[in-house]
């Protein structure tokens, strides 16, 4: 079955780079049809979207985020990127990546990985 | 944004009981509405899609309902795995936005 792993460092120290990477498995990740997400959850909070993307490298931001953004993907890897420039403390947070944009689930996020925390400290 | 609100916050009940979980979103969202629950520790799991429409394995004490704004999963019957956190997310405008949570707690 499709499975996904977000990978990356635990920790990362205010003003610089966060990067995760999540790895898919069972499944290519060049189906057009669907996006590959990042959702992250600060500590006891909700969920946020932080955006998605397609195979074809075509993306969409979550505007509200403060932190500037990017996710990339690499399908000869089938492995999709987040990279948070920047970050501060209140970057802390849960990370997940997710599987959407199935129109017949009305683009929920059917799949998602275990999530990776990251804390933002010096 | 679109911003989405759940009640209550949290709620207390016990094994067995009929429990009923409200969503409203600040604008419509059509039927682009869907329900995640989430345990400790655990990433969120797909319950519901497009109000009303269980995703797979999901067992049939669940439910949901509502359209436009107006939202309401329900489990009828709570069993002792249904203790957790219960998310509603808009997928019908990014950024997809999500519910803050309602936890559901043992009386």
């Known amino acids: 079955q499709v499975q996904l792993q977000e990978s990356g460092p635990g920790l990362v120290k205010p003003s610089q780079t966060l990067s995760l990477t999540c790895t898919v498995s069972g499944a290519s990740i060049s189906n057009g049809a669907f996006y590959w997400s990042w959702i992250r959850q600060l500590p006891g909070k909700g969920l946020e979207s932080i955006g998605y993307i397609y195979s074809s490298g075509s993306t969409d931001y979550n505007p509200s985020l403060k932190t500037p953004v990017t996710i990339s993907v690499d399908t000869s890897k089938n492995q999709f990127s987040l990279k948070l420039s920047s970050v501060t403390a209140a970057d802390t947070a849960v990370y997940y990546c997710?599987?959407?944009?199935?129109?017949?689930?009305?683009?929920?996020?059917?799949?998602w990985g275990q999530g990776s925390l990251v804390t933002v400290s010096s | 944004d679109i911003q989405m609100t759940q009640s209550p916050s949290s709620l207390s009940a016990a094994v067995g009981d009929r429990v009923t979980i409200t969503c409203r979103a600040s604008?419509?969202?059509?039927?682009?509405l869907n329900w995640y629950q989430q345990k400790p520790g655990k990433a969120p799991k797909l319950l519901i899609f497009?109000?009303?429409n269980l995703h797979s394995g999901v067992p049939s004490r669940f439910s949901g309902s509502g359209s436009g704004t107006d939202f309401t999963l329900t489990i009828s019957g709570l069993q002792p795995e249904d203790f957790a956190t219960y998310f509603c997310?808009?997928?019908?405008?990014?950024?997809?936005?999500f519910g803050p949570g309602t936890k559901v707690d043992v009386k």
């Open positions: 497009a109000v009303s």
């Open positions: 997310q808009q997928t019908y405008m990014t950024p997809f936005t």
């Open positions: 997710a599987r959407g944009g199935d129109r017949l689930l009305a683009d929920a996020f059917d799949i």
């Open positions: 604008q419509t969202v059509s039927t682009y």
